[in-house]
């Protein structure tokens, strides 16, 4: 008789379940050798550099490493003690460390950072390190009356430490006190929180204008047969096989005082001639070419949607006495809406991180955040282009997660 409790083996005597398991490890290691230069070129291209640029806005030595001596007093002392003999005499240590150095641009450009004005300050003193004498602070007080400032104090007490929150406390409109506490700047230097605001509003708008356009013509597409359906698909595919640079570029021509669009407009007799409207280095402007360049994104997705949809339900609907509009509102519509969802996700984190194009066609009024950081990044405070990145990566995050709360993730559908 059979032993049915006997464990099932292979035919070389190894138990069925070991052999099961020893074939799916390999499977599964077989699946990450294929992926792992996938793996190795997202690591390396985006994760690293995203890390790189969200250390760097927490993280700035430029005057921790040239002034040691403060860094100790400071430690020694707690926040809000006044400087005294010893600190001055540290300032003055690290001012003559400086000069041998020549970093003292690079100290001061830190503390600029916080308090405009101060490199120049550092650079002077630096220059006369050399002949500073006891009592240092009666000395650093008859070079310059500005180190008696103690919101120069609390700038240097926190920039003691590479690791500073002091960027995105700029980047939020907000600075610190001479006492050490936060504060918002003053009405008329507040401009990133504003900006943030009105990238997020234009990038919700030109999103919103994208998908009114880009609904009937993603509609028009699938209900055609397919050969016309592939011959205008051409016309939606034309914009990628164009330069970026050209398409805004064209726009500048056609939009301008001067441009087509102006010229038709008067020739029409809409407008007069010295009457012609301002479509260009605006906020107007960055609308409209950017609806322009995104709209592929957004027909894209509604297209792949749509084309699913089986004409049976309208029909169906229609049938059983709904209106044209009832079937659009309550069958047709809801299952557009993963189309829609990935059109406007897709066409949003673009725009909010568009900024060839508002450079080049919005002018001072169209500008983005984008074109900040990019100013910062090529120019000014790599540290503040970094902060200002790490907020607007943080706010597209918040909206990845809503998309996923409210239609879920897995409903995402792109083509």
Same mark, same amino acid.
């Given at each position: 008789?059979?032993?049915?409790?006997?464990?099932?083996?292979?035919?070389?005597?190894?138990?069925?379940?070991?052999?099961?398991?020893?074939?799916?490890?390999?499977?599964?290691?077989?699946?990450?050798?294929?992926?792992?230069?996938?793996?190795?070129?997202?690591?390396?291209?985006?994760?690293?550099?995203?890390?790189?640029?969200?250390?760097?806005?927490?993280?700035?030595?430029?005057?921790?490493?040239?002034?040691?001596?403060?860094?100790?007093?400071?430690?020694?002392?707690?926040?809000?003690?006044?400087?005294?003999?010893?600190?001055?005499?540290?300032?003055?240590?690290?001012?003559?460390?400086?000069?041998?150095?020549?970093?003292?641009?690079?100290?001061?450009?830190?503390?600029?950072?916080?308090?405009?004005?101060?490199?120049?300050?550092?650079?002077?003193?630096?220059?006369?390190?050399?002949?500073?004498?006891?009592?240092?602070?009666?000395?650093?007080?008859?070079?310059?009356?500005?180190?008696?400032?103690?919101?120069?104090?609390?700038?240097?007490?926190?920039?003691?430490?590479?690791?500073?929150?002091?960027?995105?406390?700029?980047?939020?409109?907000?600075?610190?006190?001479?006492?050490?506490?936060?504060?918002?700047?003053?009405?008329?230097?507040?401009?990133?929180?504003?900006?943030?605001?009105?990238?997020?509003?234009?990038?919700?708008?030109?999103?919103?204008?994208?998908?009114?356009?880009?609904?009937?013509?993603?509609?028009?597409?699938?209900?055609?047969?397919? /050969?016309? @359906?592939? *011959?205008?698909? #051409? !016309?939606?595919?034309?914009?990628?096989? &164009?330069?970026? =640079? $050209?398409?805004?570029?064209?726009?500048?021509?056609?939009?301008?005082?001067?441009?087509?669009?102006?010229?038709?407009?008067?020739?029409?007799?809409?407008?007069?001639?010295?009457?012609?409207?301002?479509?260009?280095?605006?906020?107007?402007?960055?609308?409209?070419?950017?609806?322009?360049?995104?709209?592929?994104?957004?027909?894209?997705?509604?297209?792949?949607?749509?084309?699913?949809?089986?004409?049976?339900?309208?029909?169906?609907?229609?049938?059983?006495?709904?209106?044209?509009?009832?079937?659009?509102?309550?069958?047709?519509?809801?299952?557009?809406?993963?189309?829609?969802? /990935?059109? @406007?996700? *897709?066409?949003? #984190? !673009?725009?909010?991180?568009?900024?060839? &194009?508002?450079? =080049? $066609?919005?002018?001072?009024?169209?500008?983005?955040?984008?074109?900040?950081?990019?100013?910062?990044?090529?120019?000014?405070?790599?540290?503040?282009?970094?902060?200002?990145?790490?907020?607007?990566?943080?706010?597209?995050?918040?909206?990845?997660?809503?998309?996923?709360?409210?239609?879920?993730?897995?409903?995402?559908?792109?083509?």
């Amino acid at each position: 008789m059979t032993d049915t409790t006997a464990p099932l083996t292979t035919a070389d005597g190894r138990p069925l379940k070991a052999a099961l398991a020893a074939a799916q490890s390999r499977a599964r290691r077989k699946a990450f050798f294929l992926v792992a230069p996938l793996l190795l070129f997202v690591v390396v291209t985006f994760i690293i550099p995203i890390g790189q640029m969200l250390q760097r806005s927490v993280y700035h030595d430029g005057f921790s490493k040239e002034a040691l001596n403060l860094a100790a007093w400071f430690d020694a002392n707690p926040e809000g003690t006044a400087p005294d003999e010893a600190a001055f005499a540290a300032l003055a240590a690290d001012l003559r460390q400086m000069k041998d150095n020549k970093s003292a641009g690079e100290a001061g450009t830190r503390i600029n950072y916080t308090v405009p004005g101060t490199r120049s300050l550092f650079t002077s003193s630096a220059r006369g390190a050399d002949k500073l004498e006891p009592p240092f602070k009666e000395a650093l007080l008859a070079q310059d009356k500005k180190w008696g400032d103690p919101l120069i104090w609390s700038a240097m007490r926190a920039a003691s430490s590479p690791w500073t929150s002091d960027f995105y406390l700029i980047a939020t409109d907000r600075a610190r006190t001479a006492d050490g506490g936060i504060e918002q700047v003053p009405e008329k230097e507040r401009i990133y929180i504003w900006l943030f605001a009105k990238t997020f509003v234009l990038s919700a708008l030109i999103t919103g204008i994208c998908l009114l356009l880009a609904f009937p013509i993603a509609h028009l597409l699938a209900t055609l047969p397919m /050969a016309r @359906a592939n *011959l205008l698909m #051409i !016309l939606v595919l034309l914009p990628f096989w &164009t330069s970026l =640079l $050209v398409r805004t570029t064209s726009w500048i021509v056609l939009l301008q005082g001067q441009g087509v669009v102006n010229n038709i407009l008067v020739s029409l007799g809409l407008v007069s001639d010295d009457g012609r409207i301002t479509m260009i280095y605006n906020q107007t402007g960055t609308i409209i070419v950017m609806t322009h360049i995104l709209l592929p994104f957004m027909v894209l997705p509604l297209y792949s949607v749509m084309r699913t949809i089986k004409p049976s339900y309208a029909r169906a609907a229609r049938s059983l006495g709904a209106t044209s509009w009832t079937t659009f509102r309550r069958i047709y519509l809801p299952q557009t809406l993963p189309g829609i969802g /990935a059109g @406007a996700l *897709l066409v949003f #984190i !673009l725009a909010v991180g568009y900024y060839i &194009t508002p450079a =080049l $066609v919005g002018g001072a009024d169209g500008q983005l955040i984008s074109n900040l950081i990019q100013f910062h990044m090529s120019k000014s405070n790599w540290s503040l282009a970094a902060a200002l990145s790490g907020m607007l990566l943080l706010g597209v995050l918040l909206l990845y997660w809503l998309y996923d709360r409210l239609v879920g993730i897995d409903k995402l559908k792109l083509g």
